[in-house]
C-alpha cells in the first residue's frame, strides 16, 4: 500500500506543486473565483491521475452504460479517504474566503433523506440500464467485504468535489448572476470538467459526460433549494452505487 500511495503522490506532485504556486499567487485577490478555478484544476490532477496507476477502472457496456471499479485494495482506497478529508479541511482552514462561502447547514434527517433519493435519481437510469447485461461485461462483482470502504471513500472524495462546485463555486456564481443559472453553470461545469477524462485520459466519450451532467444538473438543485449536505450524500453515494455494481 505505502510503494501505492507513495507512487500516487510522486505522479501528481509536478502539478500540485504548481497549483500551489498559483493559489499563492491570487490568495490576496479580493475575488475568491481565481482561486476557486485553481483549486478545481488541481482536484482534477488529483482525480484523472487514478486512471493510469489502477486506482479505479471506467468503461462502458456497448458504448452507452459507464461503469466504474475501485483497486481492490480496502486499506489503500481508505488512505486516500482521510487524505482527501484533510485536504478539504485545510483548503477551507487556510483561506477565510473561501470560507465565507461555504452555506451553513447542519445534517438532518431531511437531508439525508433527500441525500438518499437524490442518488437513487442520479444513479437510478444507469443501473437500471446497465442490470440488462451480466457484471462481468460491466466490471465484474464486488466483495461484500469493500463495499463500506467504497462508500467511504466515495463520500469523502466528493465531499471534496461538492465543496469545490457546489459550496464555493456555485455560491460565487449566484453573487452576479440568478440562482438558478449559477445552479445550471455549475452543473454543466462540473461535466466539463469531465471532458479529459471521458476523452484523454479514457476513451468513454459521451456516456460519461451525459451521466456527470445528469448528476451535477441534480446535485446543483439539491444544493440551490435543500443545501450543500444533500448534494454531498447524492455525489458521493450514487458514485459508490455503480462503484459497487449494484444490483
Same mark, same amino acid.
Given at each position: 500500500?505505502?510503494?501505492?500511495? *507513495? ?6 506532485m ?8 498559483c493559489?499563492?499567487? /491570487?490568495?490576496?485577490?479580493? @475575488? ?5 478555478? /485553481?483549486?478545481?484544476?488541481g482536484?482534477?490532477?488529483?482525480? @484523472? $491521475? ?22 481492490? &485494495?480496502?486499506?489503500l482506497?481508505? $488512505?486516500?479517504?482521510?487524505?482527501t478529508?484533510v485536504?478539504?479541511?485545510a483548503?477551507? $482552514?487556510?483561506?477565510q474566503?473561501?470560507?465565507? *462561502? ?19 435519481v ?19 462483482a464486488?466483495a *461484500? ?5 467504497? /462508500?467511504?471513500?466515495?463520500l469523502?472524495g466528493?465531499?471534496? &468535489?461538492e465543496v469545490?462546485?457546489r459550496?464555493l ?6 453573487q ?14 462540473? $461535466? ?8 484523454? /485520459? ?12 445528469? &448528476?451535477g444538473?441534480?446535485?446543483a ?27
Open positions: 500500500m505505502l510503494t501505492d500511495l *507513495l507512487t500516487y503522490f510522486l505522479r501528481i509536478p502539478g500540485l506543486t504548481l497549483v500551489t504556486g493559489l499563492l499567487l /491570487v490568495r490576496r485577490h479580493r @475575488d475568491p473565483l481565481l482561486s476557486i478555478v /485553481v483549486l478545481i484544476l482536484f482534477i490532477l488529483i482525480r @484523472d $491521475a487514478m486512471t493510469p496507476l489502477g486506482l479505479w477502472r471506467l468503461g462502458t457496456v456497448d458504448g452507452v452504460v459507464p461503469w466504474l471499479r475501485f483497486t481492490t &485494495e480496502s486499506t482506497l481508505a $488512505a486516500l479517504g482521510v487524505a478529508l485536504l478539504t479541511a483548503v477551507l $482552514a487556510s483561506d474566503r473561501l470560507r465565507a *462561502l461555504i452555506p451553513r447547514q447542519r445534517p438532518d434527517l431531511a437531508a439525508i433523506g433527500l441525500g438518499i433519493a437524490g442518488a437513487a442520479a444513479a437510478g437510469p444507469v443501473i437500471a440500464i446497465a442490470s440488462r447485461w451480466p457484471q462481468a461485461d460491466r466490471g465484474g464486488v *461484500l467485504s469493500a463495499v463500506p470502504v467504497i /462508500v467511504f471513500f466515495c469523502a466528493n465531499l471534496f &468535489e469545490l462546485f459550496g463555486l456555485q455560491t460565487r456564481l449566484a452576479t448572476m440568478s440562482p438558478v443559472r449559477a445552479a445550471l453553470l455549475s452543473g454543466l461545469l462540473f $461535466a466539463a470538467c469531465h471532458s479529459f477524462l471521458a476523452s484523454t /485520459v479514457t476513451d468513454l466519450g459521451w456516456p460519461l459526460l451525459a451521466f456527470t451532467a445528469w &448528476e444538473l441534480i446535485c438543485f439539491l444544493r440551490l433549494r435543500h443545501g450543500l449536505t444533500p448534494a454531498v450524500l447524492t455525489h458521493g453515494l450514487a458514485i459508490a452505487a455503480l462503484a459497487t455494481a449494484l444490483p
